[in-house]
């Protein structure tokens, strides 16, 4: 099952304070992007970080989940809690690298 686009949207509005926000379809589902950088990954209404070990302690106890097949088992965010959700995308902003630019084919 995809994600709604009024979930997607609900998202965004929690973390705008973060930087800027956007989304992205992609596999199916969406990422969710701050200041260009791939963040929040959300799958079947669900939000999902990756476990970095930046993220530990602040998460300790936050339920875990596999978004689609074939990844690693990530922390589920709940994105209804607003400072949380903005503490944790702050962080994983902070922490997460520019993607490459992708060479254009010839």
């Given at each position: 099952?995809?994600?709604?686009?009024?979930?997607?949207?609900?998202?965004?509005?929690?973390?705008?304070?973060v930087g800027a926000?956007?989304?992205?379809?992609?596999?199916?589902?969406?990422?969710?992007?701050?200041?260009?950088?791939?963040?929040?990954?959300?799958?079947?209404?669900?939000?999902?970080?990756?476990?970095?070990?930046?993220?530990?302690?602040?998460?300790?106890?936050?339920?875990?989940?596999?978004?689609?097949?074939?990844?690693?088992?990530?922390?589920?965010?709940?994105?209804?809690?607003?400072?949380?959700?903005?503490?944790?995308?702050?962080?994983?902003?902070?922490?997460?690298?520019?993607?490459?630019?992708?060479?254009?084919?010839?």
């Open positions: 099952m995809a994600c709604s686009l009024e979930f997607i949207e609900f998202v965004c509005e929690q973390v705008a304070d926000v956007r989304y992205r379809k992609m596999f199916g589902d969406y990422m969710i992007y701050v200041n260009d950088k791939p963040v929040l990954l959300v799958c079947d209404n669900t939000v999902y970080v990756k476990k970095l070990p930046q993220l530990a302690g602040r998460m300790a106890g936050a339920e875990c989940g596999i978004p689609y097949e074939g990844t690693k088992e990530h922390y589920i965010l709940d994105i209804e809690n607003a400072p949380l959700a903005r503490e944790i995308t702050a962080l994983l902003e902070s922490v997460t690298p520019l993607p490459k630019p992708r060479k254009k084919k010839t």
